[in-house]
């Protein structure tokens, strides 16, 4: 079976302001991503398409994917119906940057986390300018 619910991971080298579809502009701080998602058939092809820079913009995780670098994606079994319950989850430790984003159909905060690093990874640094930067 070709479905389920993902997470899929997303890194953000720089911070950013990403105008995100109907939900607004937000400014985006450098760091990694993780977009909780579902696909009840070809999640393959969804998370292909995540992966991709060049595409229509349709749903809110493309106006970031476009940025951001794709470096992977957990695969958990369930029905949609677990997505939420999964962001759920993950909104305990991690903090949504935007609410309501990725979440237009289901009353969820939102399926979007942020986080500086992930374990073990040091924080993204931001940039700095001057001599001997």
């Known amino acids: 079976m070709d479905g389920g619910v993902y997470i899929a ?8 302001r990403i105008a995100i579809g109907r939900l607004g502009r937000f400014a985006f701080p450098a760091g990694v991503y993780l977009y ?4 009840q058939r070809n999640r393959d092809a969804r998370l292909a398409r995540h992966a991709r820079r060049r595409k229509p913009l349709r749903w809110h995780i493309d106006y970031l994917s476009t940025k ?13 119906a677990r ?6 989850e993950l909104a305990r430790t991690v903090a949504r940057p935007v609410a309501r984003f990725g979440a237009s159909d289901c009353r969820c905060g ?3 986390f942020h986080a500086p690093a992930l374990p073990g990874d040091r924080p993204v640094a931001p940039a700095t300018g001057g001599a001997g930067a």
């Open 9 to 16: 991971v997303f890194r953000l080298t720089r911070a950013r």
């Open 36 to 39: 909780v998602g579902s696909a």
């Open 68 to 80: 951001a670098d794709m470096l992977g994606a957990i695969l958990l079994p369930g029905r949609k």
């Open 83 to 88: 997505e939420c319950a999964v962001a759920e």
């Open 110 to 112: 939102g399926h979007l």
